[in-house]
């Protein structure tokens, strides 16, 4: 069935990626929303780190192992959410055994918060492209493939027309730049599956079946797509890799700070004045990136930031002031850096209202494997369902915790951690707010409160 | 459900050979792979997944009509059912929800008088409430038809778009 034309009303990229508010964009430099086709991207410089590894840039090229020395050198830890050691995982791949084996990119961008990776594949797809192909070249694999968020269609559609330019290009292939390196790369969508995030149920997907996760180990170095040596990376990931290989390991780390290097975008969300995709120096201040995206909404004041998407445990407003913005400092600060969704939350939200809605979202997601997640989601929705109406019982918050620290590392993916953790977190630096409720039956923050949530739900505790 | 007693759709020409790109992705023991795909396919084409496209799909894959269904029930995005001619997913997770999220969501079902989940009379609008679209910071968002994703949907714009997808059914 044909849609009537809907550009109007569509995302035009300049309020959230080409509002010239980057701090040393590497991924973003340069955009505007129309110049994402290959000829655009080669006069920014594009694919010639892709011709220097294969020394079709009058160079000697490099070997796989340099290649994979440059990304452990750079610091570049992985984008999605783990913050993983890219050249270490690389490095985990048995190269030389003569097997198929696969590269896949993890473009299931469902981390409520975050949308920088749909950007780089709309506005910079080929950048994600020239990444892959660096990294099929230094893990020795042949075929890849791109698993995008299924309800970005239409972005899914663009990259396979940028697939199609990289291989009338002869940068995809099997003989890529006349190399004799082969790299095919084909874009897979999903379908409305925030578990497909996961790796292995991203690989579950990829073959065909419903995302539910697998058991590691194995873990997809050793047994993947298809039962082959698999790695998966996050699109940023990729996407910086070009950049690597054309300035070297050592001027990305010095970008950002020890142990974190590089730049990351950051999707500022929810009560800013800005929203939007901000690509900043790993390690800037909170403080920082706030003002880039205009301050707190309307003036008020800031009261929590979940500072890596919804998984992230909250952190209140005196200790985000203090943050840095980076993987080490998030983690010390009792959150995580996660996939650089930092979800603000003014003076007038209500905690326990906001947890609500999240609560909603990991029992609606879980796959529905393992006990703890299945039934300890919907457990912990109904409980914070019962103290935001009114009806909280006084062993409530106790439960809760209980609740949470029993799904918390007993389940076979992190979506039962990633549940359990929005709850810890909430109950950590906000119990006073979420006792209020259980004892007066109302909201503490007042008759201001702007409530979010449905009014008239009904459920069965 | 899906069971053998259903005749499979009859799968046209054209259909077929978008079904034929998709396969050609993956290594020829691996056809199954392009289910998501047929799947979305069959929905843009028919608007929904009966039990017979399942089987249809299923045979043309070479895999237990089962595993197809398992595909479709455990995808948000897969219609069971048949839907109103446009199929409206609001986001309405924290991050678009503290940006009105839910007030789209709601104004869109008072406009159209309906509840979350319906159809209106006339089978041209069905709303449904989503999970995260991936596009947060253009909150409220909105799914049409799982294809177009539109943005910042004002009350106004809302208005704007339900006028503008009426007309174009006329």
């Known amino acids: ?461 | 459900m899906s069971n053998g007693a259903n005749a499979p759709l009859v799968l046209s020409e054209a259909t077929q050979a978008r079904f034929a790109r998709e396969v050609a992705k993956f290594p020829p023991d691996q056809r199954q792979s392009a289910v998501m795909a047929c799947l979305a396919i069959v929905q843009q084409e028919q608007g929904w997944v009966s039990a017979q496209a399942e089987e249809a799909v299923a045979q043309y894959l070479g895999m237990p009509p089962i595993a197809v269904s398992e595909v479709t029930t455990f995808y948000n995005m897969y219609n069971q059912r048949p839907l109103g001619r446009f199929k409206l997913n609001v986001c309405t997770n924290l991050p678009c929800q503290l940006r009105n999220g839910q007030h789209a969501l709601e104004h869109l079902c008072r406009k159209l008088g309906i509840e979350e989940g319906g159809t209106t009379a006339d089978g041209l609008f069905t709303i449904q409430k989503s999970e995260c679209l991936g596009a947060c910071a253009d909150a409220p968002v909105l799914l049409v038809n799982d294809r177009q994703m539109v943005s910042t949907m004002s009350d106004a714009r809302l208005d704007d778009l339900v006028e503008t997808l009426k007309a174009s059914a006329r």
């Open chain 1, 1 to 461: 069935m044909n849609l009537p034309d809907l550009s109007k009303f569509q995302a035009s990229g300049r309020e959230t990626c080409f509002h010239g508010r980057h701090i040393g964009a590497q991924i973003y430099a340069d955009l505007d929303g129309t110049n994402w086709r290959l000829k655009d991207y080669e006069a920014r410089g594009g694919y010639t780190a892709l011709k220097k590894i294969l020394g079709k840039d009058g160079g000697s090229g490099m070997t796989p192992e340099q290649v994979v020395a440059e990304v452990k050198g750079s610091g570049l830890r992985g984008r999605g959410g783990a913050g993983f050691p890219t050249g270490l995982k690389w490095s985990f791949m048995p190269r030389a055994l003569p097997v198929q084996k696969y590269l896949v990119c993890n473009s299931d961008e469902g981390e409520p918060g975050t949308c920088k990776d749909r950007d780089i594949l709309a506005y910079n797809p080929h950048i994600v492209i020239e990444g892959m192909a660096i990294a099929a070249y230094a893990m020795g694999t042949s075929v890849g493939y791109n698993y995008i968020h299924g309800e970005i269609f239409e972005i899914y559609e663009r990259f396979e027309e940028a697939l199609c330019e990289a291989r009338e290009a002869g940068y995809l292939g099997d003989d890529i730049l006349g190399s004799g390196f082969k790299f095919q790369l084909h874009a897979f969508h999903g379908f409305g599956a925030y578990i497909c995030g996961e790796e292995t149920g991203l690989l579950e997907s990829l073959e065909g079946k419903k995302g539910q996760p697998r058991f590691k180990p194995p873990f997809p170095a050793s047994f993947g797509l298809y039962g082959k040596p698999t790695t998966i990376n996050n699109t940023e990931t990729f996407a910086a890799v070009p950049w690597i290989i054309n300035h070297g390991g050592d001027a990305y780390l010095k970008i950002g700070k020890p142990n974190n290097g590089g730049t990351k975008i950051f999707s500022m969300v929810g009560d800013v004045e800005l929203p939007g995709n901000y690509e900043i120096p790993m390690g800037l201040p909170f403080s920082k990136l706030l003002e880039l995206a205009g301050g707190v909404k309307g003036g008020r004041k800031l009261k929590a930031v979940i500072p890596g998407g919804a998984s992230a445990p909250v952190l209140p407003a005196s200790i985000m002031m203090d943050l840095t913005m980076d993987y080490d400092a998030c983690a010390k600060a009792g959150s995580m850096l996660g996939s650089g969704a930092v979800i603000v939350m003014d003076e007038t939200r209500c905690m326990v209202d906001a947890l609500l809605r999240l609560s909603y979202f990991y029992m609606h997601e879980s796959c529905g494997q393992c006990t703890p997640c299945r039934e300890g989601t919907g457990w912990l929705w109904r409980m914070v369902h019962r103290i935001e109406h009114g009806q909280g019982r006084p062993n409530d918050l106790k439960l809760l915790d209980s609740v949470a620290e029993n799904i918390m590392g007993r389940t076979i993916c992190a979506l039962g951690d990633a549940a359990a953790m929005p709850v810890r977190g909430m109950l950590k630096h906000f119990r006073d707010e979420f006792a209020y409720h259980v004892e007066h039956k109302h909201c503490m923050v007042g008759p201001g409160a702007s409530r979010m949530a449905p009014r008239a739900e009904a459920v069965t505790a």
